[in-house]
């Protein structure tokens, strides 16, 4: 199970590969993702990282169900790697719209910088490969409004970093 597990990770990986992998909070900074003023990025994804996963990827949040604001992400420009290869229960949704329903449930600070006047406070998504049988969570990406060349994969140990942080003010990276 564990191989079965492990195998599959890393053939994510490799699947995912197009798109820059960040691997550490220095990556992620030189990124620039959700740096600018009124940005809600940083704060989102650390509060996804806390909040919707266990130990183990598995999903804690149902984006299915539209949760938090998810919804589906079809993909159609080909932002993130293809999903042919994988069974039809495995599919991408796309939390960060603070329009999108539901998006209220998002914890105040999360949401507090938006200004409908400031389109930039609403541009930061954070996207995730799910499958509905098992609730995993097999990929996570960020991304500025996705724009492929603003579009990053989370690496293991950046997520795993993330989710260790203490503050939910996060951000002094
Ligand atoms: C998956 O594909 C099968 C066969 O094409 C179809 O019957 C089934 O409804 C699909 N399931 C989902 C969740 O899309
Ligand atoms: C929204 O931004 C505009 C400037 O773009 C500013 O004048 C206004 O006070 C802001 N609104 C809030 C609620 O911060």
Known sequence: MHTILLSSLLLSVVLASALPTLDSEKDLKKTGFGLGQSHHGLTLLKWYAKTCLDKNEKSLCNPVAGAYGFHWYENRDKLLPGLNGKKNTTAYYTLGNLRSPHAEQLPCYVRKD????????????????????????????????????????????????????????????
């Open 114 to 173: 938006y200004n409908c006047t400031q389109p930039q406070s609403n541009q930061d998504r954070v996207l995730v490969e799910y499958t509905k049988v098992n609730k995993m969570i097999s990929n996570i990406f960020i991304s500025e409004h996705y724009n492929k060349k603003k579009t990053y994969r989370i690496g293991l140990k950046l997520l795993a970093f993330l989710k260790k942080l203490v503050s939910r003010f996060y951000i002094k990276i």
